[in-house]
């Protein structure tokens, strides 16, 4: 049996909490404005050392004027494993390269929702978490 390169492994993905509501009423014929937040977080569990914890959550809202017509909230975590000594450290993977991994899930989660709740389709565009992880260091 090969012996597995040091890096790390992507577990598991679950959906922690999610809302999602909409007005009755919407005028498709009015320019939506849509407003997206999101945050982040990873921890290494203390009971297994080499697991890491990271969750994400994007926060969706679309605006007519000053009216909320769609209010989303979407997170999720997921669970990596730290195999050998990796060249990435652990506080990079986790603000950088863990959100990456678990952003698409969101994002399809979240597409699939306004589908179901007969809208136009929200469609979040990549996220650069790199230059996100600068900003907030230098926050």
């Known amino acids: ?28 014929s ?17 009971d297994k050392e080499n697991e890491i914890v990271c969750a994400v959550e994007v926060i969706y809202q679309s605006f007519i004027d000053d009216i909320i017509v769609v209010d989303s909230a979407v997170k999720m975590l997921g669970v990596f494993e730290k195999v050998g000594e990796p060249t990435l450290t652990v ?4 603000k950088i390269n863990a959100p990456s991994i678990i952003f698409p899930f969101i994002r399809e989660h979240l597409a699939s929702l306004s589908v179901k709740a007969n809208i136009h389709t929200i469609l979040l565009s990549p996220v650069n978490f790199v230059e996100m992880a600068e900003a907030n260091a230098s926050k």
């Open 1 to 28: 049996m090969e012996k597995e390169k040091p890096g790390y492994k992507f577990l598991s993905v679950v959906l922690i909490d999610c809302t999602f509501k909409r007005i009755e009423n919407i005028d498709f």
């Open 30 to 46: 009015k320019t939506q404005t849509p407003v997206i937040k999101i945050n982040t977080g990873f921890n290494q569990t203390k």
């Open 91 to 94: 506080n990079n993977f986790g």
